[in-house]
């Protein structure tokens, strides 16, 4: 299972060297660095790496504040769209709205409303991370069995009561694969906050518009490299809580 992976890796490095090398003229090199370059002159070199690890830092902390804000949001308002048929008919189209809406269009807005710090690069990482929260939220509520309900309503249990030991516990699954879906989205809203609000500490992504701007190719692709790698940390990261929540004793969590 581990081979595929390592072998597409070495596949795709080779492809990447055999541009670099074979097609580009040494003066256009510059275009598509060799991996071999990128790796000894700036992931080896701590000068050059480490602005970008420090960079990366900020970057991580904007996305846990603004995945944390994005699940509570998320579940909280699938939860509310449950809750009467039309609450659903108020909150969805709003939600449909941010989603389909380009964040790119609405960055600018952003800024004049919260400025260009933290709490700007935060909203956009939850505007992006939310949807898929909430429409598995409330498909997972709206998806428990009927006859589990009636055994509640016979019982006398209150409305929290089937909340919380019932709908909550029975939209896991659901629940945990929006939270994967949306960690996955988290770090690109991450990585646009840092390249749109710059007030403050500069992020990963600000680094990439930083070098892209001035051609430090080398430093540029190292930097997309490592926040590619922070990417697939944060996405593992999140699928092996969801398995821990529900690997137990749903099918969902032994995929993982």
């Known amino acids: 299972m581990v081979g595929y992976p390592v072998l597409s890796l070495v ?3 080779a492809v990447w060297s055999a541009v670099s090398y074979l097609v580009l003229e040494p003066n256009r090199r510059f275009l598509l660095p060799p991996p071999v370059d990128v790796v000894r002159n700036s992931l080896l070199d701590w000068t050059r790496l480490r602005p970008m690890l420090e960079a990366l830092a900020v970057t991580a902390e904007v996305t846990v504040i603004g995945f944390a804000v994005a699940a509570v949001v998320g579940v909280g308002t699938g939860v509310l769209m449950c809750q009467g048929k039309w609450l659903e008919k108020i909150i969805y189209p ?4 941010i989603q389909v809406i380009p964040i790119l269009a609405i960055v600018p807005l952003i800024g004049l409303w919260m400025g260009y710090g933290m709490s700007a690069r ?3 990482c939850m505007l992006i991370a939310v949807f898929p ?3 598995n ?3 997972g509520i709206r998806s428990v069995d009927r006859g589990m309900h009636e055994l ?3 019982s006398g249990s209150s409305r929290w009561d089937r909340l919380a030991k019932l709908e909550m516990r029975a939209a896991l699954p659901a629940i945990m694969t929006g939270m994967r879906t949306g960690a996955g989205l988290v770090v690109v809203g991450a990585i646009i906050g840092d390249m749109f609000f710059a007030k403050g500490e500069p992020g990963i992504g600000t ?3 930083v070098y892209r701007a001035r051609l430090q190719s080398e430093d540029l692709v190292a930097a997309i490299v490592l926040a590619s790698v922070f990417g697939v940390l944060v996405f593992a990261v999140m699928g092996w809580i969801s398995k821990l929540a529900v690997g137990r004793w749903h099918e969902s969590g032994s995929s993982l």
């Open 11 to 13: 596949f795709g490095l």
């Open 94 to 97: 709003y939600a449909v709205v």
């Open 122 to 124: 935060v909203l956009v």
């Open 133 to 135: 929260i909430i429409t």
């Open 137 to 139: 939220t409330h498909f």
């Open 152 to 154: 509640f309503t016979v």
């Open 207 to 209: 680094l990439l518009d």
